[in-house]
C-alpha cells in the first residue's frame, strides 16, 4: 500500500526550507499519523544526510524529503544588475555588502545520490519535475516519488513520468511557488478540480488550508489528504524565528512576489517587499544570493519591515500548538466539517 493511503491523519507537513522544517516537526507530525517532511533546499547534503538520521532516531514511522530541481531558465543580467544598485544603499545602511548574484543547482546531484544510496519513503520534488530516470532509479529502490505541480498540465507530464502521487499547490500557499514556470494563477479548489479530472495519481492539496473545514473541504473536491506548511509553522518543533512566528499569529495580508529570491513566494507584506516587488527580476537562485545577507541582518535586527515572512492566505487561522495536537485537531475538526455537511445534504430535496 502507498504511504498516503496508509496514513490515520490525512495531513501533510510541508517541507519549508531554510530554517522552520526540522527533524523534530517532520517526526512528530509523522508520529501522529501524518506525514512528515524534511526540507533539502538551501541545505548542504551532509546536513540532509544527518537531518534524516535524526528523523529516523526520533520515529519509525514514514517521512519525506523535498528536493529542489536547479533552475533552467536564463537570467536577465540586467535587470540583476538594476535590482543589486537599487538594493545597495538599503545594505549599506545596514552595514552588510550585498552577497554575489551567483547560480547554483543546490547541490541537487549529491542529495539525489544521496537518497538513492539511503532510500527514504518519500521523496518530492519542487520547483519543476524530475527526469524519468530519477524517478524510475528512485522507485526502484522502494521510495514513493511526488511532484509538485502548481497548473494542470504539469500534473499529466507528472503523471506520465510515473511519480506516485501528485502535490497540487495553489496560489494561496506560503512561501515559493513549487512548479515551473512560477507565473501561475491557480487558486487550489480549480485547480484541484480540475487536475482531478484527467489525472489518475493520487492528489496532494496544498495552499491556504489551516484548519479543519479547509481539510474537510479539499478531501471531498478529491484530494487524499492536505499538505500545511503556514499551519505548522507555530508549533514548537517548528524552526521559525519569533518574529516570523508573530507576524504568522497577525493579521496582515499577504503578496506574492520576487522581491527576496527572484521567485514569487508568498510572504507577509512589509515594506521591502512594497519597495521593492515592482523591481524585482526573476531569477532563483541569483536574487537568493545577492539579497541574502541583507535579510540576515534583517533578521539579526528583529526587523520586521525587511525580513522575508513567509506564510499562506490563511495565517490568520494557524495555532500555537504542539505538532501531534494540531495534527489531531485537525482531524477533527475535518471529520465534524464532513459530518455537517453530510447532514446538510440529507436535507437537499
Not at 533546499?41 to 529542489?68: C, K, Q, S, Y
Not at 528583529?302 to 492566505?313: E, F, P, R
Request: include cysteine; hydrophobic fraction near 50%; aromatic fraction near 4%.
Amino acid at each position: 500500500m502507498s504511504v498516503l493511503s496508509n496514513l490515520t491523519c490525512p495531513i501533510v507537513a510541508a517541507p519549508m526550507a531554510g530554517g522552520p522544517s526540522t527533524p523534530a516537526l517532520a517526526a512528530a507530525v509523522s508520529a501522529a499519523g501524518g506525514l512528515g517532511f524534511l526540507a533539502a533546499g538551501m541545505i548542504d547534503t551532509d546536513r540532509l544526510v544527518a537531518d534524516v538520521a535524526e528523523v529516523r532516531a526520533r520515529t519509525d514511522h514514514p517521512f519525506g524529503v523535498n528536493v529542489f530541481l536547479p533552475p533552467a531558465d536564463a537570467v536577465d543580467e540586467a535587470a540583476l544588475g538594476a535590482y543589486a544598485d537599487r538594493l545597495r544603499p538599503e545594505a549599506d545602511r545596514r552595514g552588510v555588502t550585498l552577497g554575489e548574484p551567483a547560480g547554483g543547482d543546490d547541490g541537487y546531484p549529491g542529495k539525489v545520490a544521496a537518497l538513492l544510496a539511503d532510500p527514504v519513503p518519500v521523496v518530492s520534488f519542487a520547483f519543476g519535475l524530475p527526469d524519468a530516470a530519477t524517478v524510475a532509479a528512485l522507485r526502484e529502490r522502494g521510495t514513493e516519488v511526488w511532484a509538485t505541480v502548481t497548473r494542470p498540465d504539469a500534473a499529466l507530464a507528472a503523471a506520465r513520468l510515473g511519480v506516485d502521487a501528485v502535490v497540487v499547490q495553489g496560489t494561496e500557499a506560503g512561501g515559493h511557488r513549487g512548479g515551473l514556470p512560477d507565473d501561475d494563477d491557480y487558486a487550489l479548489l480549480p485547480l484541484l478540480r480540475l487536475v482531478a479530472a484527467d489525472c489518475d495519481r493520487p492528489l496532494v492539496a496544498a495552499g491556504g488550508v489551516a484548519d479543519g473545514p479547509g481539510l474537510a473541504a479539499v478531501l471531498a473536491a478529491g484530494a487524499a489528504a492536505a499538505q500545511l506548511g503556514t499551519a505548522f509553522l507555530r508549533c514548537p518543533e517548528a524552526g521559525t524565528t519569533p518574529m516570523h512566528r508573530a507576524a504568522v499569529a497577525g493579521t496582515t495580508p499577504t503578496a506574492l512576489t520576487r522581491a527576496f529570491t527572484g521567485k514569487r513566494a508568498r510572504a507577509v507584506v512589509n515594506d521591502f517587499l512594497r519597495r521593492h516587488e515592482p523591481s524585482a527580476p526573476a531569477g532563483y537562485p541569483q536574487v537568493l544570493h545577492l539579497t541574502r545577507p541583507l535579510l540576515a541582518a534583517a533578521r539579526r535586527d528583529g526587523d520586521v519591515t525587511t525580513a522575508n515572512l513567509w506564510a499562506g492566505q490563511a495565517h490568520p487561522l494557524s495555532s500555537e500548538l504542539p505538532a501531534a495536537d494540531l495534527v489531531a485537531r485537525l482531524t477533527a475538526d475535518a471529520r465534524s466539517a464532513l459530518t455537517a455537511a453530510a447532514d446538510r445534504a440529507a436535507h437537499w430535496a
